[in-house]
């Protein structure tokens, strides 16, 4: 049985820096996509904010482009989303998904933890 525990969040000021963590059992990492979706209160869930492919290659849409960065430890089964100078806008329940190929809709995933709350408030 694949599953995906997501940790890390939490309580945060503007500007400071978080990483969440994506542990994932079940399968090889290193055979699949990881990505990172996020569902702000009261809106739809973004498409996926980033991915990292088995292949390296490495997505992140424009919102976070630039102040967040995706990571993966293929050896220990985690995948990492690193998140810098954080706004209000960031606070959302943020999701950890896995597939064997990577894409934009959450619903090219397979495999989804059950998400973890980042609030960003002064």
């Known amino acids: 049985q694949v599953q995906l525990v997501e940790s890390g969040g939490g309580l945060v000021q503007p500007g400071d820096s978080l990483t969440l963590s994506c542990s994932v059992s079940g399968l090889t990492l290193r055979d699949y996509a990881i990505g990172w979706f996020r569902q702000a209160p009261g809106k739809e869930r973004e498409p996926a904010l980033c991915?990292?492919?088995?292949?390296?290659?490495?997505y992140y849409s424009n919102s976070v482009k630039g102040r967040f960065t995706i990571t993966r430890d293929d050896a220990k089964n985690m995948g990492y989303l690193h998140m810098f100078s954080l706004k209000a806008e960031d606070t959302a329940v943020y999701y950890c998904?896995?597939?064997?190929?990577?894409?934009?809709?959450?619903?090219?995933?397979?495999?989804r933890g059950q998400g973890t709350q980042v609030t960003v408030s002064s």
């Open positions: 991915f990292i492919g088995k292949d390296g290659y490495t």
């Open positions: 998904v896995v597939d064997e190929y990577y894409g934009i809709s959450w619903y090219d995933y397979d495999h």
